[in-house]
């Protein structure tokens, strides 16, 4: 039987018939459909860690355990498993072992443009790349069989379009895959470092197996079609280049992306007269076909930039122009990425930017308070530098900077990697105040629960966080409550605890408008009072507008009648009708 099934979707598939018992992950576009699918199948355990390092680690331990596992993150959320991932490359495995990484060629959804096959280079660790769907189910069956067959985690590298594209796949029943026997072996998985020197001889005989497997493998494809122009690619740049070249150049299809063959390649080179690598991001491919002596095309006519196109690559090898979409001749409206209406951090960022702070930012949805007319945003690095980073900001500019600085991260980012940064504060004696947006739920990718919600990945109730309590434990003795709609109290709230000596942390507490248990009703309307102050547009609530004529609009169609608007008009112009 056959599914159409995104490339996420198809990953779980695959490790379902692979036979996997342990999946923890961490959300993170474009990768969080994959442990999203996995929960679909009973036989797998699966979790929301509170990170990847610790979904790693999970892994990892039920690899040891005897069971085929698999951990699933974004590129940003590798750098975050690091550390486990180059150790666990010397240990090696028990049970298969897959990391599913996804990279983001374009940014949609990230802070940074990287390329992940560094990651398997630099850690001496196999990694896979698919193309479609159907790859991606059987790649990643196959990269289980070969983590246990070579002793070593394998990668699945994907990408943002190859996670959210639809393909046809093959649909096999699971694998019966016993546990594997558990033996304590202190010289293979205690890696001190009279164990980790002998282990790494192990490491550099497995890269040269694995090096041979790869010259042979199934994943490394060559297309001949008569051509004297080669092309060697991978992933989804392979199917752009065959929508824009077709039969006109014969292709090297790398579906094993580390460690790279090298008599393939040259062996194909030498079948051409003239070879181009197409890949997105770094030269990878490129400086290894460089190395290995062929004279290759490559970043001198193809970007380091974003995502590639079959007319960019048509153009680059055959000098030729694919025909340009039908223009829609109506002027489409510019969409900026906007917090949406009811948003619970939109009253934060109100505040802020009235009081004039500088705002240290975190990653989620309220890394939109940047955008005008908030505006309060002044520094977003990664998850859980709001707190640190902060922390160095008023190390830096002596402690009366405090009474102009906050940190703002959500519920969800804390937990992720907030609190280590809460204890830096306290045990180092600054004077900090951190803003957890807790608005119940992870937000920005897609709605997952985390230990702060109450609930697992499957739904089931379970231990949920004190916030308040934990803040606390770690030694701050000014933790406050408020929300962040009673813009008067907050606003209050704030100026009392940015003014402090000491330590405060300020849990914003309200939840997200779109999940369900929110009921909000009716709408907002402007009535005739309206003065046109313009005091209701500093919101930057999509749903209030203006017209050429300066008067202000409510779109009912977006109104979800929250009623953070009436709070801010001076002159109850604005009313709520149910």
């Given at each position: 039987m056959k599914k159409l099934l995104l490339g996420n979707a198809a990953v779980a598939q695959g490790a379902y018939e692979a036979g996997v018992r342990v999946v923890a992950s961490y959300p993170g576009?474009?990768?969080?459909?994959?442990?999203?699918?996995?929960?679909?199948?009973?036989?797998?355990?699966?979790?929301?860690?509170?990170?990847?390092?610790?979904?790693?680690?999970?892994a990892i331990g039920a690899s040891i355990g005897g069971a085929r596992a698999m951990s699933c993150m974004k590129h940003v959320g590798l750098n975050v498993?690091?550390?486990?991932?180059?150790?666990?490359?010397?240990?090696?495995?028990?049970?298969?072992?897959?990391?599913?990484?996804?990279?983001?060629?374009?940014?949609?959804?990230?802070?940074?443009?990287?390329?992940?096959?560094?990651?398997?280079?630099?850690?001496?660790?196999?990694?896979?790349?698919?193309?479609?769907?159907?790859?991606?189910?059987?790649?990643?069956?196959?990269?289980?069989?070969?983590?246990?067959?070579?002793?070593?985690p394998f990668f699945l590298r994907l990408s943002t379009r190859v996670s959210h594209s639809q393909s046809l796949v093959e649909i096999g029943e699971r694998s019966n895959v016993e546990l594997k026997p558990y033996e304590k072996n202190v010289s293979k998985y205690v890696m001190m470092p009279a164990m980790a020197v002998k282990r790494h001889v192990s490491v550099e005989e497995r890269i040269e197996k694995l090096t041979e497997f790869a010259e042979n493998c199934e994943f490394n494809k060559?297309?001949?079609?008569?051509?004297?122009?080669?092309?060697i690619t991978s992933g989804i740049s392979y199917m752009y280049a065959k929508e824009a070249l077709g039969t006109n150049v014969n292709y090297l299809k790398l579906g094993m992306v580390y460690p790279l063959p090298k008599k393939l390649i040259l062996d194909f080179a030498k079948s051409v007269d003239k070879v181009y690598v197409i890949e997105e991001l770094d030269p990878v491919i490129e400086e290894h076909s460089k190395s290995l002596g062929v004279n290759v095309i490559g970043k001198d006519v193809f970007t380091l930039l974003g995502e590639y196109t079959p007319a960019m690559i048509k153009k680059a090898i055959l000098n030729e122009d694919i025909p340009p979409f039908a223009e829609i001749s109506e002027t489409i409206p510019a969409r900026p990425p906007v917090l949406c209406p009811g948003c619970p951090h939109r009253g934060t960022f109100y505040v802020l930017k009235k009081l004039g702070l500088v705002v240290s930012g975190d990653i989620g949805c309220y890394t939109l308070g940047a955008m005008a007319p908030l505006a309060s945003v002044d520094t977003t690095i990664c998850m859980g530098a709001s707190v640190s980073a902060a922390h160095g900001m008023a190390k830096a500019r002596g402690k009366e900077f405090n009474k102009k600085l906050v940190s703002v991260i959500g519920d969800s980012t804390f937990m992720h990697s907030g609190i280590t940064g809460l204890v830096d504060i306290v045990y180092n004696k600054g004077a900090n105040t951190v803003i957890i947006l807790d608005n119940s739920i992870t937000g920005m990718t897609g709605h997952q629960d985390n230990p702060t919600t109450g609930f697992t990945i499957r739904g089931e109730e379970?231990?949920?966080?004190?916030?308040?309590?934990?803040?606390?434990?770690?030694?701050?003795?000014?933790?406050?409550?408020?929300?962040?709609?009673?813009l008067k109290n907050f606003e209050m709230v704030v100026k009392e605890e940015v003014n402090r000596d000491e330590p405060s942390v300020i849990i914003a507490q309200r939840p997200c408008a779109l999940l369900k248990s929110v009921k909000y009703t009716g709408h907002c309307t402007i009535t005739d009072k309206c003065k046109k102050c313009k005091m209701c547009m500093k919101l930057g609530c999509p749903a209030i507008s203006e017209d050429k004529d300066g008067n202000v609009k409510i779109d009912l169609t977006q109104c979800n009648g929250c009623g953070l608007c009436l709070n801010v008009c001076p002159f109850d112009a604005i009313v709520k009708e149910d």
């Open positions: 576009t474009p990768s969080t459909e994959i442990t999203e699918n996995i929960v679909k199948y009973d036989e797998i355990y699966a979790e929301w860690s509170p990170n990847e390092k610790v979904a790693a680690e999970v498993m690091a550390d486990p991932v180059f150790t666990v490359s010397y240990t090696g495995v028990n049970g298969g072992l897959v990391f599913c990484v996804a990279d983001d060629p374009g940014m949609h959804s990230s802070q940074n443009e990287q390329d992940s096959r560094h990651y398997a280079k630099a850690s001496k660790t196999a990694m896979l790349e698919p193309s479609d769907s159907s790859e991606c189910k059987e790649f990643t069956r196959r990269a289980f069989e070969l983590s246990e067959e070579f002793d070593t060559i297309e001949n079609n008569n051509s004297k122009i080669g092309v379970t231990k949920q966080v004190n916030l308040l309590a934990l803040c606390k434990s770690i030694g701050v003795d000014h933790v406050v409550v408020a929300d962040p709609f009673d």
